[in-house]
């Protein structure tokens, strides 16, 4: 076995939420916070990274029925073969997404500027036969512009076909510039822009 790493960057073109998961709602506080690290920095969970990655992909492909695809399903793609297989014929997962966190580049800015990663965002649902604003909430997001260290590990066994996999990562990073990631996409939240991206210490995206 071999294993080769991407490393990169994330920058948040627009803020981005991923929630902690708040399971109470604090009076004048924010409803929908962002998931922190232990200094209270946002952060990227890898499973989020992960996870959208591949649902941009199998929809683009065409190989998901509302679940992560697997081989017995979808015998052609090499999706689960990557990004892991849960059927009975499944094999070892070959990528690993490690947690990315801020750069140094963006904490310094932040403490040079004297100002915070994350900013509140004023939500509202409208009711469309009364035209006002229903269930107003606050949101929180990482803002614009802040930075992101990415580490994406792949594991190669013996006649694992590196050009392809290669490919295909490549494929679903294109896909996630082009759409969102984290909630309310829809919304404007969670364009991102991948940037110096290496593979084994050589170019490969942005």
């Known amino acids: ?14 803020g981005l939420h991923i929630g902690a998961g708040n399971e109470e709602v604090h009076i004048g506080g924010i409803d929908n916070e962002v998931v922190k690290d232990p200094n209270g920095n946002p952060y990227i969970p890898g499973s989020s990274l992960k996870g959208k990655i591949r649902s941009l992909l199998e929809l683009n492909e065409g190989s998901t029925n509302g679940k992560p695809s697997t081989k017995d399903d979808y015998p052609d793609s090499l999706i689960p073969v990557v990004f892991g297989d849960l ?12 947690d990315s966190f801020l750069s140094e580049e963006s904490k310094a800015r932040l403490q040079d500027k004297s100002i915070l990663p ?25 803002i614009p512009g802040l930075i992101f260290d ?17 490919a295909l990562i490549k494929k679903g990073f294109k896909l996630l510039e082009a759409d969102a990631l984290g909630g309310s996409g829809s919304r404007g939240y969670g364009k ?15």
Do not use: H, W
């Open 192 to 206: 991102v822009a991948l940037q110096n991206v290496l593979y084994d210490g050589m170019p490969f995206y942005g």
């Open 118 to 142: 994350t900013e509140s965002k004023s939500e509202n649902s409208i009711n469309r036969l009364k035209g006002v604003a229903d269930n107003p909430r606050q949101t929180e997001r990482a």
């Open 1 to 14: 076995m071999q294993i080769k790493e991407f490393t990169g960057s994330i920058k948040l073109v627009t």
């Open 150 to 166: 990415f580490s994406i590990a792949l594991r190669l066994f013996d006649g694992d076909d590196e050009e392809k996999f290669c």
């Open 87 to 98: 059927s009975k014929n499944g094999s070892i997962t070959r990528i690993l997404f490690r």
